[in-house]
């Protein structure tokens, strides 16, 4: 196996916990406009594809509804000021992305968050440890497109063969498939074991510190 010196980490249920404030995001915006709320399993079940798909999948009739553009553009700005409310790293990643580090692996972000907010939660959260963080925008695609992985590639001057890619969902596992990266899934997230395998992760983890007992080859 190739020798690696590049973890590029999805966000949302890989390295943070961010279902309650995404949920809670939701909800407002759909109590505002008079929608049944949703459940956390539901909100669970709906996000990995970007923001506009949450949006999409929450609101009655989806992008058919009148106003679909208001809730996603209100969810953004709702979402902006409240996503640090509850949200938390899982057990063990900040052990995990400090050891890394100390390791002097090459640590990217790259989710299908906004890119601002997955700019300003990385920095919140794993300031110290991952410099390179990269979410939707204009100029990036949304997984599973690999133009993420791509550009963080580029900006930490590292290449395929070096990287794995982690994340927890089977977008994460054909972002990983489509930019030529090895696949860790991570069963701590928001899609369980049976999704990884059939999407054809090339490992599955149960634990952030079992991911060293792959870099190791």
Request: aromatic fraction near 10%.
């Amino acid at each position: 196996m190739e020798s690696f010196d590049t973890v590029i980490f999805d966000m949302d249920g890989t390295t943070l916990n961010t279902i309650e404030d995404l949920s809670d995001s939701v909800n407002f915006i759909l109590t505002k406009y008079g929608y049944p709320n949703r459940t956390l399993e539901e909100i669970k079940s709906f996000v990995g594809n970007g923001v506009a798909n949450l949006i999409e999948r929450s609101i009655p009739d989806g992008r058919n509804n009148p106003n679909f553009e208001n809730c996603l553009s209100e969810y953004k700005d709702y979402y902006r000021d409240n996503m640090q409310n509850k949200t938390a790293p899982y057990d063990g990643i900040i052990e995990l992305l400090r050891e890394l580090r100390k390791r002097n692996y090459k640590l990217a972000i790259v989710s299908n968050k906004f890119d601002k907010a997955a700019k300003e939660l990385n920095t919140k959260y794993f300031g110290g440890c991952i410099d390179v963080a990269i979410g939707e925008s204009e100029n990036v695609k949304k997984k599973p497109a690999p133009d993420g992985v791509f550009k963080a590639l580029k900006e930490l001057n590292s290449t395929p063969k070096k990287a794995v890619y982690v994340g927890d969902s089977e977008v994460d596992v054909k972002t990983a498939q489509n930019a030529g990266l090895i696949c860790i899934g991570v069963t701590w997230g928001f899609r369980d074991r049976k999704v990884l395998e059939k999407m054809g992760a090339d490992f599955i983890i149960d634990k952030p510190e079992e991911l060293f007992n792959i870099l190791k080859g």
